[in-house]
Structure formats: structure tokens, C-alpha cells
């Protein structure tokens, strides 16, 4: 990112048109090339056009770093999640809370966008670590002292020591922050220090990353990343190894980002993964309010032909309430589209009574939609009525993605499961 690029805007579901010169063959090259090797959609659909090419961007946010320049992806205005609460509703879908003030850095204002709430987030859960003191572990040390400390180092003794016989190689296990939580943390540091343009937050790191160990490789540290674990002595270390991963291109969290192998500077975020995520995590929090609990285990509904298979239908979620019938559950399905104003397409009825028919109590043939709301919150219901009666009922609900993920949106959501099951709507 220390190169000069040329800062093109667009929003998602929107087009602009490009020249060769602003999406050159050798980007075009590479996107085709990293969708065939991820089996994924770039983060925008392009196609040649008069001008040279016209490039839309699909429901993504965040930063794309091509050869000549740097497309800036905005969430729409009016549409889904709000730009100043994306980070809120990304720490909730993932689990890691907000603990400093990073939404005082504006979207529209800000060159670096999303990616630079992301390196903000990083130095400042590394400030906080620092502040508490750096997690020590025993780590294997070669030591050279009067006396032995752990283990005799023969060879180091028989061939080092020059006559001094009162000096005695060991090899011995000491204390030290040299472990790999802290590696990465560094690792992260320094990246945010050589490539962000904003000099304030470059200089924080470079600061920072004084008091941390050494750096481990970047692909060494997006490798234990992806594979870390935690426990109690641990856990404090995870607000800030989820930042690092958004930026050393360590896949994200659980495929939230389409990020994976793209150019260094790139981070993007799959807005309907997102909505997907945070739809899952307001389900399971208003099901327990219910007394209920999302299922972990989906159970798909398959479909068989006589000479092929088709992929199974499954919900974004199934939860069961305590008066819900065993074997049952209610469908929840996440939407992230515009349907304040308007109704769901055939397509995704007929998804939705796939899902009726397949999972809920025949008695309580319902399902809920929970879909964006950035103008307050909404509830509608869809009847669905055949020959011999009702087919299905499914309940839209509207979430104000004007405010934070949190009691609200949950009670609404609760409130919801609480009509498709037959009780009381509550205050």
C-alpha cells in the first residue's frame, strides 16, 4: 500500500466505468485466476465495455488493492448495515467485543475505510495487553552460567567453553514473552507500520511493536492464527489475534472475508456472510431468552433424482422453543435485502415453504425472515394460501441497523418466535 494508487469509489450493488489504465489486463488476470483457485466470486463483476471495462461491485465492504488502484467499497446508503455501526455489527457477529472508540472513525472521511478501523482495532488491543503485561510462557533456552540450570549441554561445554571452568552450557526452560501469542500480535504491528498511509497509526505500531518479542513471518503467524486455541490463560489475547487475522490475510473468521490470497492492503467483507452471522447470533440470544436454543446440527432436507443429486436445502437457522414439538423446529432465514417496501420474491417463498414443510410442526407452519432495516424497525406478515387452505405463514422482521446489535433487535426477534409459536408477543 506504499504505492501511489488512484482511490476509486463505488458502492455495493452499483457500477462505474473503468479504463485499461484503471483495471489493467493484469488485474483482470488475477481475479480470474484467484476465482478459479478459491471457487469464488470476486469481490466485482466486470465486463468489457466501450470505455474499457464496467465494473460492478456485489454486497461487499472494505478495500481492494489492484495494480493501479484502490477501489473503495461502501456499503450503501439506505439499504443494509449503516457504514458508522458496520464494526458493531461485526464484532457481534463474530464474538469479539468493541472496547475502545473506533467508530470515531468515520467511514466516508477515512482513505483507508474498514481497513483502517481494523488496524486501529488492532494497536489499540495491543495498547491493552501492553497495559495489563504480556502473557510469559516457558519457552527452551540455551543459558551459560556457574551452575547448571536444567539440563548439561555437552557438547556446547566440550567444545565452548575455552578453559573457563567455571562457565557451564545448559539448556533449561525459562519464562519469557517470545511465545506465539504475542508473535502475532507483533507480526500484525509491523504490517500495520511498513504499509498504512495514515503516519498517526503507523508511528502507534511502530511504538508498540518495540515493547512485543519478535515478529514471526507473516505466513507463519496467519498459520497460527488459523489454528489457535484457547483457554483461560489465554483468552484475553483473542480481540486482538482476531484483528491480526483480518490483516495478514489468514482467511478471515469462519470465511467472513473474501480476502484470502488477495492483494496485500485488501480487506473486503461478504455483507451477506455477515448479515448471515449476525442473524445466527441474535437467533441463538433470543431463543434462550424464550427458554429455547438454536440447533447446532442442522438437519438438511435432501433432494435425490434418478440420476443425480441435488445439494441439500438447509435454513440459516432452526430453533426450538420449550412448547415446541419434538422433532420440530421454527426456520429462521437470514436476508440481506431491501424488503421494507417490498415483498419477497416467488424464489425465495418457495425456499421458505421448502423449509416449512420440511422442519416445522404442521400445526405451526410458520417461518421468520430477519432482513435490514436502516430506516427503524419493521414487522410484516406474508400469508401463503393454496386450494385447500394455508400453506404457510412467514414473519418478516425488520432489524434497525441503526443501532447496535443488542437488547432490542433480540427482543424484537423474540417477540417474533414468540407469535410463529402461539404465545403472548410480550411488551
Not at 33 to 41: I, V
Not at 364 to 386: C, L, N, S
Not at 387 to 403: A, H, N, Q, S
Amino acid at each position: 500500500m506504499s504505492r501511489a494508487l488512484e482511490n476509486i469509489e463505488i458502492c455495493e450493488h452499483e457500477s462505474r466505468d473503468l479504463t485499461e489504465q484503471q483495471l489493467t489486463p493484469a488485474d483482470v488476470t488475477f481475479l480470474r485466476k484467484w476465482e478459479e483457485k478459491t471457487k469464488r466470486a470476486a469481490p466485482i463483476r466486470y465486463r468489457e465495455s466501450r470505455k474499457g471495462w464496467l465494473v460492478t461491485a456485489r454486497a461487499r465492504a472494505g478495500i481492494l488493492a489492484l495494480e493501479r488502484t484502490r477501489l473503495i467499497l461502501r456499503p450503501k446508503a439506505g439499504f443494509g448495515v449503516r457504514p458508522d455501526r458496520l464494526l458493531d455489527w461485526l464484532s457481534y457477529a463474530v464474538g469479539v467485543p468493541i472496547r475502545h472508540p473506533l467508530t470515531e472513525r468515520d467511514w466516508h472521511t477515512s482513505e483507508l475505510g474498514y481497513a483502517g478501523i481494523v488496524a486501529a482495532g488492532l494497536v489499540e488491543e495491543c495498547r491493552l495487553l501492553l497495559r495489563g503485561g504480556l502473557r510469559r510462557g516457558y519457552v527452551p533456552r540455551a543459558v551459560v552460567e556457574s551452575r547448571i540450570h536444567g539440563r548439561l549441554d555437552v557438547m556446547a561445554q566440550v567444545t565452548r567453553r575455552y578453559g573457563q571452568v567455571d562457565r557451564i552450557h545448559s539448556r533449561s526452560f525459562v519464562r519469557d514473552p517470545d511465545i506465539w501469542e504475542n508473535q502475532v500480535c507483533a507480526s500484525a504491528l509491523r504490517y500495520v507500520a511498513r504499509s498504512t498511509p495514515d503516519k498517526r497509526l503507523g508511528r502507534d505500531a511502530a511504538d508498540m511493536l518495540w515493547h512485543f518479542p519478535r515478529a514471526a513471518p507473516m505466513a507463519e503467524a496467519a498459520r497460527r492464527l488459523t489454528v489457535a486455541r484457547y483457554d483461560p490463560l489465554n483468552a484475553h489475547y483473542q480481540p486482538a489475534h482476531t484483528w491480526a487475522r483480518l490483516l495478514l490475510n489468514g482467511g478471515g473468521v469462519e470465511q467472513l472475508l473474501t480476502d484470502q490470497g488477495l492483494p496485500n492492503g485488501s480487506i473486503v467483507i461478504n455483507m451477506d456472510v455477515l448479515w448471515e452471522k449476525a442473524v445466527r447470533q441474535l437467533s441463538a440470544d433470543a431463543a434462550l431468552a424464550l427458554g429455547g436454543h438454536r440447533m447446532h446440527a442442522l438437519p438438511p432436507i435432501q433432494v435425490n433424482y434418478d440420476v443425480t443429486t441435488h445439494p441439500p436445502f438447509r435454513p440459516d437457522v432452526l430453533v426450538t422453543l420449550p412448547s415446541t414439538r419434538a422433532g420440530t423446529a421454527i426456520p429462521i432465514d437470514a436476508k440481506y435485502k431491501k424488503l421494507a417496501h417490498i415483498g419477497l420474491g416467488s424464489a425465495d417463498v418457495h425456499q421458505l415453504l421448502t423449509y416449512i414443510a420440511g422442519h416445522c410442526d404442521p400445526d405451526k407452519a410458520h417461518a421468520v425472515v430477519v432482513y435490514p432495516a436502516p430506516d427503524g424497525r419493521i414487522r410484516r406478515t406474508i400469508e401463503i394460501k393454496g386450494p385447500f387452505g394455508v400453506l404457510g405463514t412467514i414473519e418478516l422482521v425488520g432489524v434497525d441497523t441503526r443501532e447496535p446489535p443488542g437488547e432490542a433487535a433480540i427482543e424484537q426477534l423474540a417477540n417474533a418466535l414468540r407469535r410463529v409459536n402461539g404465545g403472548a408477543t410480550g411488551p
